[in-house]
């Protein structure tokens, strides 16, 4: 499984943002497209808001593709 770090000092990562930062997404757009579709789970459970906080453990997975936040 990829991992997406969270910066030194970070607490949290937005989702659109981890999606860019693993490579799965090439944009920002990209991301918001995906998300609002439905396309995306976290932790097992589908995800609408491209804001949404993740946080060191937190898995996510869109087409087969599943990346956890770490430190």
């Given at each position: ?27 920002g757009a ?42």
């Amino acid at each position: 499984m990829q991992q997406v770090f969270l910066r030194e000092g970070e607490t949290f990562i937005r989702l659109g943002q981890a999606l860019k930062k693993s490579g799965i997404m090439g944009s920002g757009a990209d991301a918001k497209l995906v998300i609002t579709e439905g396309a995306v789970t976290v932790n097992g459970e589908v995800e609408l808001r491209r804001g949404r906080k993740l946080v060191t453990g937190d898995v996510v997975t869109y087409e087969g593709e599943t990346f956890q936040i770490a430190t």
